[in-house]
């Protein structure tokens, strides 16, 4: 019985991947017609996945952080991901940063990029930009400083000995000061900003990389009510241009932007769906109000 | 056209935004003119006259200046504590050592022109494989350049990919120096053992006791230190510059906006290294000797306490620092030699305790601390 349940499983996963019924969708052939190669570096999202997380399972001195965790994100989607404390939420971005390996399990950024196998730099610039639960930014450099150095551009060191910035990307670093209503503070040593302006600052600092997938990290932790507001907006508004991929405990805050939600437990996914679905589920009422 | 006008514009910039590099830089350039001058274009008995130890002395601590200005490369500005960096130093000095020995010829002890003295007295019977080429100054020059930058660069590699840092970080370095200082003891080794390298008779065909050569060598310490600061300031000033900051205060935000850390980190480590190696070779022709003491886990130290006590991160505060407690180290020797040890230690806890910036840090906090002078500062800047 359990066999045939782990079976269906897998063969929902493989149908899940849209990779099974390749061979008869002519034009997604490699090498048939107008068809595509899977070039290196390149993000595949030609069956509209951003994101594959497949039976991910992480254990740190024998604790399951993560267990089997199942999860796709698409392309252009915002996601929020809930859970009570210890449920793995930091650990999942851990993995699809590379900053944990999984014991066992894939994680795939589009069809092609394996996770596991790339180093947290190579993830940053195949398009994964990360947002910490602590905000992070860099403490000596100004605000127009740590979007600079986030900023779009070649990162090998002798390109930095050289760089100058252009005009356009000047426009492009105040412009996204302005969007994170920093531009009074623009040469200040970021050291000095208040917590959710730093929070402000890192997220300005996703904007300016911009990367195809933004996982946020708790990002209204210490925010005022209007600040949680702009948060959501700007949240909302980038959801399309990139995948977001947001982790946050306020439910009023998760309420607001929210069209997808995934609930954490003990490390794999206990309930997925729109928001109103997931708070009637009676599995997740159980997990949040308690034994 | 273009690229000129580039870099006229960038050196422009960034000595307006650099006032201590400015009179850094205008104090070498005095001292390049003057005391050329001060030695050789006045008689003994001129009140104003430089004696040749002096400018001696002098060159010695703008070597030791260009050593600490590497350190504050690493150590100010990416966090990179390197116990170890005098290895650099020492084997920048082996290299130009070994090549101001083949210059004796003949001239040694034991009259052998094939063999330094040292090997003649080991009974060796021919020079070592090791050895070939440094009778050629450009072989020697390039060796200063070449050897500690690979050596920095391999160390490197291996330490900054395995991610080692903080204290773990300082220890090996520290490890390393001294295992290269227990080497360089060794007789075998065919670097002079205990003894090192000296009784060198000249440089380049020019006698190194004349006082021409001195004032020469002198004025290239001059010159390649302001070079040295120039480079330096050029690369932190760009965003390479604001990278490495970037590592040293938050190095996983750097990793996941997507900076290669550990080439950023090896790249500013081995050009530190071969900054302290020219730095090594201009010391040794002036001082006349390099021996194993030079690598000595002490030596090191000492340059950390130059850099502390001078302000990290500024490099003319490490310039500063070199010079001022190697004045005070000759001052302190010569009349109570057996206080300075102590009064270095102590000068350390001081800095640590109550100037975290060092000198530099506290005339920085005296310009903020009298808000009228910066006004009127700010005011010219605008006129």
Known sequence: ?291 | MQKSSFFTTTFRETLLRDRGGAVLLSVLLLLMIFIPLLNLGTGVDNPLHVSTYTVTLLGKYLCFALLALSLDLVWGYCGILSLGHGAFFALGGYAMGMYLMRQIGDRGVYGNAELPDFMVFLNWQELPWYWYGFDHFWFAALMVVLIPGALAFVFGWLAFRSRVTGVYLSIITQALTYALMLAFFRNEMGFGGNNGLTDFKDILGYNLQQDGTRVTLFFLSALLLALCYALSRYLMNAKFGRVIVAIRDAEDRARFIGYRVENYKLWLFTLAAVIAGIAGALYVPQVGIINPGEFSPLNSIELVVWVAVGGRATLYGAVAGAGIINYAKTWFTSILPEVWLFALGALFVIVTLFLPDGLAGLLRRRKTAAPPAAQSQSGEAAA
């Not at chain 1, 600079?148 to 070649?154: C, G, K, P, S, V």
């Not at chain 1, 939600?261 to 769906?273: N, Y």
Request: charged share 20%; aromatic share 6%; proline share 4%.
């Open chain 1, 1 to 291: 019985m359990n066999n045939l349940r782990q079976t269906w499983q897998q063969l929902q996963q493989g149908m899940r991947r849209d990779r099974v019924f390749d061979f008869i969708a002519e034009n997604r052939m490699p090498f048939r017609g107008q068809g595509h190669m899977a070039l290196p570096g390149v993000v595949d999202v030609s069956h509209g996945t951003l994101l594959y997380l497949e039976n991910v399972s992480v254990s740190f001195d024998g604790f399951r952080a993560l267990n089997n965790l199942t999860l796709y994100i698409d392309d252009g989607e915002l996601r929020c991901i809930i859970g009570p404390n210890g449920a793995g939420k930091t650990t999942m971005m851990d993995v699809i940063t590379g900053k944990t390996r999984p014991d066992s399990g894939n994680a795939f950024f589009g069809q092609t990029l394996d996770l596991t196998r790339m180093s947290e730099t190579d993830i940053a610039n195949a398009g994964i930009g990360r947002k910490f639960q602590k905000p992070t930014v860099f403490p000596r450099h100004s605000a127009f400083e740590n979007l600079e150095l986030a900023l779009q551009a070649d990162r090998r060191p002798w390109h930095t000995m050289r760089h100058r910035l252009t005009p356009t990307q000047q426009l492009q670093i105040e412009e996204t000061l302005h969007t994170i209503g920093l531009l009074a503070e623009r040469d200040r040593p970021a050291a000095l900003l208040s917590h959710g302006q730093k929070q402000w600052l890192e997220i300005g600092m996703l904007l300016v990389q911009n990367p195809r997938l933004l996982l946020v990290d708790e990002p209204v932790a210490g925010m005022t009510h209007q600040e949680m507001e702009q948060t959501a907006q700007l949240l909302t508004h980038l959801a399309g241009r990139h995948s977001v991929v947001v982790v946050e405990h306020d439910m009023d805050f998760v309420r607001s932007i929210a069209r997808r939600v995934t609930v954490l437990h003990e490390g794999s996914v206990l309930a997925e769906g729109t928001m109103d679905e997931v708070q009637n589920n009676p599995r997740v009422v159980e997990v949040y109000l308690g034994e």
